[in-house]
Each structure stands twice: as structure tokens, then as C-alpha cells.
């Protein structure tokens, strides 16, 4: 089998391994109109080494204090990071530490290769997509997809507007023109799946702990778009196993977006994918899919992304299959014929940064899924994959650990076969 050599992570200047952080505590007070956010950040780590200083990944955001352990701290903050240190000559030794940030400020979008990410303004409100490297944008992390924490999120905002995180909604109160909601993720998740919507939302219960959010003028148009997905978790959840989380919500956002987003638990969609006639439920079951892929298992490394899009990729193959509609041999065939017209220059298993979100990682993900399903048959594809989910849940995963797992399943030898998708640069004919 072919392995990935260790490499330089996709984004050298995010995360920092030096610790861990357990729990993020973030109370926001943010006003719509002049785009202006407080914000108290009490993150709980561990350090695992001593340490000079702790750094925190923060974008253009003015810090106006910080504490270390319950005393004020020395801190440096430039270059998307905050620098934080003692006082006095003495180290953070390993072990328990809690950081607390003041912060205050007009919250701008991460620039990236494939677009603005994280804290960004709708024209009525605000959307939070913050991945790869977003979540800087809003909130002292660290921002590298293998720290994964349990997380508390209160925001208060003026009263018109309704505010959807990631997590239970544990707490509401009003008081004159403003009200604070309070989420509490208790899973693990990972700094670019959290996540903050405020808009002049609808709420509708549209199955049990399937939740809809809408602007009012699309009520119709959404409760239809997103009608079948009670039935999409049954059709997952017998494939994939167990949904891995409390509750799933969809927001349908009153602007254009140019692709859905998902956050754990939840998922967002632009008005421009919902048109009424379920013309883009293959993006509903997409989304609904990182659930699993993505969310519940998160790549430890950027490299691994196809496990969390070329997965979500084949769900909606599965998904037009269980309606009757085309097999997934049947969109198998047409993506592989699409595929091995293009340029054959592409690596699955490490794309490279600037392509993480090429349309191959989805179709070809996709593709390796359906090779390994006709090497294996149904019954032990789908055991391989329910297996997979149930051991990494709320963890993180590898292409490797998964190779680990699919040779447990067969004792024929297609490891070559399986190498051959996911580390050669030519696409491969299916089985």
C-alpha cells in the first residue's frame, strides 16, 4: 500500500500543536447594523509542554485584555495571531490552563483562494462559513481541524433577529430591545464547523429534531425543498449508522449563495437553492451526509478532505438510488467518462491546498467509494462504513486509518486497486 509521506500542513501559520484546547466559552454581543461585535472568548486547554507563550489564531479584531489562569497576561497581537505569555520570567508549565479574551471590533471575512471565510454580513444579517481557515475571523482558536472541543455559544442581538448556532438552544432570554441565545455543543467539533446565523428567520419543526429556518417569503418553497429529509436520516443513519448528533437544522438564508455550507448540526443553504420543486435536494442530502463525514468524522490533516466530500458526494448517489432514481452505477458511469477527459494531474489522497475544493476530490471520492463497493459487494460496504463511523465517532480520521479498516474486509488483495484512486495521478478504471 501506498502511503502518505509525512508533509508540511496546508496552512503552516494556523493552529499551534504545543495544546489542546478542551472547552470554548463565547459570549457575543453583536449589533446588525454597523456590523460591530463584543466578544468575552474562555477557552479551557492543556498545555503539553512547557511553554514561553500560548498562541491563538485571531483575525482583525482589537484585543482589550486578556488572563491567563485568572491573571492578566502579556499578549501580542499581529499577523492573525495573538501571542499570550505571563508576566514576570515564569512559563506555562504542561498541564490545565484557562486563557480568557476581550475583544471588540468590526468582524471581516478571512481572504482566501476560494473566497472571503468565517464572519460575513448578509444584507439582513449575518452567515458564518468559516471553512478551512475562517473561524479566526470571529473568535480566539486554535484553528487546526485535529483539536476538536465542546463548546458554549451566547450571542445577544437586537430582538427582531434570531440567532441559530451549532448545538442545543439552552437558554433565551429578552431583556428591552435585545435577546441573548445560548447554545451548548457538547460533542467535540472542530474551530471551522462552528458556527453563528442571525437573521429574521422562521422556525419550523420539521421532523423529530429536524428543524427548518427561513425567511418568511420562501416558507412555502422551503418546507417542500426540504420535505423528504426525515427520510434522508432514516436512509443515512441505515447506511452510515446512527445520526452522531442531538439535532440537525437547515437554514436557507434570505440572499444568494454560490454553494451550501455546513456546520455541525446544522446546514446552510443560499435562497438560490430552493426553488420549490426540489431541484437541489442532491445538495440537501449532501449536506445532511457531512453530518458524518466531516462533522462527526474530521480529517485530521486538510490533505484527507475527500473523506469528508467525496463521501458526502456518494450519499447523494445513494440517496437517488433509494427514491428510484438514477443507481449509483449509473452516476458512477457518468462522472468516471466526465473525469478521464480532464487533465490527469490530480492526487485524491493530497490535492494540495489550492484544491481542496476541486470539483475531482468530490467525483473522484466519490468514485473510489463506488470501486471499493464493487470489490466488496453492498453487505460488507456498508458494514465497512458503518463500522468506520462507529469507531472515530466525534474524532479524527486518515486515509490511512481507513485503508486499515477496508483490508479487515475482504481478503482479496485490492489494496494496489485502492492505492492506485487515492495516490496515482491517473484516474483508474472501475472494477
Not at 133 to 151: E, L, M, T, V
Not at 306 to 314: I, P, S, V
Request: charged residues 25%; neutral net charge.
Amino acid at each position: 500500500m501506498v502511503a502518505n509521506t509525512p508533509c508540511p500542513p496546508y496552512f503552516p501559520s494556523h493552529g499551534d500543536d504545543a495544546y489542546r484546547v478542551e472547552h470554548y466559552d463565547l459570549s457575543l454581543d453583536y449589533r446588525v447594523g454597523p456590523n460591530r461585535l463584543g466578544g468575552v472568548a474562555r477557552i479551557s486547554a492543556r498545555a503539553l509542554r512547557p511553554l514561553t507563550r500560548l498562541s491563538l489564531d485571531l483575525g482583525a479584531l482589537r484585543v482589550d485584555g486578556v488572563l491567563l489562569d485568572g491573571r492578566a497576561a502579556r499578549f501580542a497581537h499581529h499577523g492573525g495571531k495573538l501571542h499570550v505569555s505571563p508576566k514576570g520570567r515564569e512559563r506555562i508549565e504542561p498541564g490545565p490552563l484557562t486563557v480568557e479574551v476581550r475583544y471588540t471590533g468590526t468582524p471581516r471575512p478571512v481572504a482566501s483562494h476560494w473566497g472571503e471565510l468565517g464572519w460575513e454580513q448578509l444584507t439582513d444579517g449575518v452567515i458564518v462559513a468559516s471553512q478551512p481557515i475562517g473561524a479566526p475571523s470571529w473568535f480566539p482558536c486554535n484553528d487546526r481541524p485535529d483539536d476538536k472541543a465542546s463548546y458554549r455559544i451566547s450571542v445577544t442581538t437586537a430582538s427582531p433577529y434570531t440567532v441559530i448556532a451549532n448545538g442545543k438552544l439552552t437558554g433565551k432570554r429578552r431583556a428591552s430591545s435585545a435577546t441573548t441565545w445560548v447554545y451548548e455543543q457538547a460533542e467535540p467539533m472542530a474551530t471551522y464547523l462552528a458556527s453563528v446565523q442571525i437573521g429574521r428567520y422562521q422556525l419550523a419543526e420539521t421532523g423529530e429534531g429536524v428543524r427548518l429556518a427561513f425567511p418568511q417569503g420562501a416558507a412555502a418553497r422551503a418546507r417542500n425543498d426540504f420535505g423528504r429529509q426525515e427520510r434522508m436520516l432514516a436512509v443515512f443513519s441505515e447506511r452510515f449508522g446512527p445520526y452522531p448528533f442531538g439535532s440537525y437544522t437547515a437554514v436557507v438564508v434570505d440572499d444568494e449563495l454560490e454553494i451550501p455550507i455546513e456546520a455541525q448540526g446544522m446546514s446552510i443553504f443560499g435562497l438560490n437553492h430552493v426553488d420549490g420543486r426540489r431541484g437541489e435536494e442532491r445538495l440537501v442530502a449532501h449536506e445532511l451526509a457531512h453530518q458524518w463525514f466531516g462533522n462527526s468524522l474530521t480529517a485530521a490533516d486538510w490533505r484527507d478532505i475527500w473523506l469528508h466530500e467525496g463521501f458526502a458526494c456518494y450519499a447523494e448517489w445513494i440517496w437517488s438510488e433509494s427514491c428510484g432514481e438514477e443507481s449509483a452505477d449509473g452516476h458512477a458511469a457518468r462522472w468516471h467518462r466526465r473525469l478521464s477527459v480532464l487533465p490527469q494531474d490530480f492526487v485524491l489522497a493530497d490535492p494540495g491546498a489550492r484544491r481542496l475544493f476541486d470539483d475531482r476530490v468530490y467525483k473522484r471520492g466519490a468514485l473510489t467509494l463506488h470501486a471499493l463497493r464493487r470489490i466488496l459487494g453492498d453487505r460488507m460496504f456498508f458494514a465497512l462504513l458503518r463500522e468506520w463511523t462507529t469507531a472515530n465517532r466525534h474524532g479524527n480520521v486518515s486515509t490511512e486509518a481507513f485503508l486499515d479498516l477496508a483490508l479487515q474486509y475482504t481478503t482479496r488483495s485490492f489494496d494496489g486497486v485502492l492505492s492506485a484512486w487515492l495516490y496515482g495521478s491517473r484516474l483508474p478504471p472501475l472494477p
